[in-house]
């Protein structure tokens, strides 16, 4: 039963119901006002595609990207292993499909450290003070590693953060992963202490389903999820972000005793985890706590000799194919946390243009990065593949992965900075909103005979109560067309969008959570409010 059942979760990625979405039209277009102050544009993720708009017979428009841009983040090693950071944009070499690229831009090592008069907290300090900062998340994968691995891997987490000085050189979130749990221990800091704290006030679930052997679809799927939750709520800060996932990964899984399609499914699943990943600049290092003496029996009789990824190679082939390393097989697993993260403040960065265009757009663009100097290795990601834009939404029929991102959103405390938002409650009335979407995270489309531009969004807004149990959730699909005579029918258009928004009221609601997915992108942007403070008098 369980075979038949497994890529169920993974081919949805999701196990909620389907989140309703209701088209609507406004029966007055918002006031539309160009924004007085242009902020610059930020920068543009792993690779940067430009969105171009098609348009068909029937007015309709297919949003397509290309792959124009490539940036790379990568780390050079000598012979010891020690890191190189003396390195020369003249010492690089870089082919793609076997062809030689040339360089357009170029980073040394650790140009973008966060200054130390600087002292990030959170998100949004994050953001407004140092945009380009590379940053570490430290995830505990609590769904697919037993109870006493677990118990060793935060005790090499606290012991590692206790031999750092009191304020950390690189701002650094935990988060912890359970089956029914995704949980934000601390949002980005730079204070070890606060860190340290977190990691001793939070109390793991037993994983009882790791030590019976089930439940092999649900804890795929979260893998998948966590993912890409992560990555679609970091991609609006443009600097490299450094993903130490301390856990087993994927469960013990034979893929020969299941059927091609089920490795076919695999095969998508990774495949978008690699361009998300891409897309955000996550680098991904996998820790494994189970060190060196491990029982075939406890995680599958395939761990021990095939694979230390629970007898699957597929997830350490995230890790290497985003830049990353799988490391295993060692009990100083303090130790290789402090590995993953002085690789991820010593990278060097550099972007190019693809040459070949020629190439199939199903074919996996493989990177080669070669330095002059001998005995020299770079580590940097394997390539990619080149990624459609978004589907189109369809407000009556949405599909489940769009229903699957909505809902990790929504459901949880972690700020999505993929679109800016500005959320400002009315004077004197608590349950009133203006919401505000800057420009740069919209897209306008060309008018047509029939229509005007205009831009697409879906709106959710929930509320919780003291327990973080969600009392309501609305959701809604917008069009806004774009108004004025200063609007031009094609071509670079930049406009914010405006409209207010009125909780239903809830004495019970302590907190409120707004949602912005821009349909055109995929990009997700979130801002939450205290309920208990009282609004501005004014």
């Not at 204070?191 to 795929?220: C, M, T």
């Not at 493989?366 to 939404?393: F, H, Q, S, W």
Request: net charge neutral; with cysteine.
């Amino acid at each position: 039963m369980q075979r038949c059942r497994v890529w169920t979760l993974l081919a949805v990625t999701a196990s909620t119901a389907i989140l309703p979405l209701t088209a609507q039209q406004p029966a007055t277009p918002p006031p539309q006002t160009p924004p007085a102050q242009t902020s610059p544009t930020p920068a543009q993720p792993a690779t940067a595609p430009p969105i171009a708009a098609q348009s068909v017979n029937n007015g309709t428009y297919t949003i397509t990207r290309n792959a124009r841009i490539v940036i790379l983040d990568m780390v050079v090693t000598d012979s010891k292993g020690n890191i190189v950071t003396d390195l020369r944009k003249e010492d690089f070499h870089v082919t793609e499909m076997n062809e030689p690229q040339v360089v357009l831009n170029f980073e040394a090592a650790g140009a973008h450290v966060t200054p130390p008069s600087d002292d990030i907290t959170s998100t949004q300090q994050l953001d407004q003070i140092a945009p380009r900062a590379p940053v570490n998340i430290v995830l505990l994968d609590e769904f697919n590693t037993r109870f006493e691995d677990m118990a060793f891997a935060r005790y090499s987490l606290k012991k590692f953060l206790e031999r750092q000085p009191g304020k950390l050189a690189t701002p650094t979130m935990l988060i912890a992963v359970d089956l029914q749990h995704f949980t934000v221990l601390h949002d980005y800091t730079q204070n070890k202490d606060e860190l340290i704290a977190a990691l001793d006030h939070h109390f793991a679930a037993y994983p009882w389903q790791v030590h019976q052997y089930g439940w092999l679809s649900e804890r795929y799927a979260t893998a998948f999820i966590t993912l890409r939750r992560v990555a679609q709520a970091v991609i609006g800060h443009p600097g490299h972000k450094n993903m130490i996932w301390i856990g087993r990964g994927f469960p013990s899984l034979n893929m020969a005793n299941f059927p091609v399609d089920t490795a076919n499914r695999v095969n998508n699943a990774v495949q978008d985890c690699v361009n998300t990943l891409r897309d955000a600049r996550v680098t991904l290092y996998t820790i494994d706590p189970a060190g060196l003496m491990m029982d075939p029996g406890k995680y599958g009789s395939d761990a021990a000799f095939v694979d230390p990824f629970g007898g699957n190679y597929q997830f350490s082939k995230l890790a290497t194919a985003t830049g990353g390393k799988a490391l295993y097989g060692r009990n100083d697993v303090d130790q290789q946390i402090g590995t993953a993260i002085r690789d991820g403040a010593a990278f060097y960065t550099l972007t190019y243009r693809p040459g070949d265009s020629s190439a199939s757009p199903q074919k996996f663009r493989r990177i080669k990065v070669t330095v002059d100097r001998p005995g020299m290795t770079v580590t940097t990601r394997e390539g990619y593949y080149l990624a459609y834009g978004p589907g189109r939404v369809d407000p009556q029929k949405p599909s489940q992965r769009l229903v699957t991102d909505l809902l990790s959103a929504e459901g949880s405390t972690m700020v999505y900075d993929g679109v800016p938002l500005t959320l400002t409650r009315m004077p004197g009335d608590a349950e009133h909103f203006d919401i505000h979407v800057d420009e740069h995270a919209l897209y306008w489309t060309p008018a047509t005979d029939t229509e005007p531009r205009h831009t697409e969004v879906i709106l959710i807004a929930s509320t919780f109560d003291k327990k973080n149990k969600e009392i309501k959730r609305d959701a809604k699909s917008i069009r806004i067309p774009a108004t004025g005579n200063d609007v031009p029918p094609t071509g670079h258009f930049l406009r914010g969008i405006d409209f207010k928004y009125t909780l239903a009221h809830d004495p019970k609601a302590v907190r409120a959570r707004f949602v912005i997915r821009v349909t055109a992108s995929g990009r997700i942007g979130t801002a939450d409010v205290d309920l208990t403070k009282p609004p501005p008098a004014s």
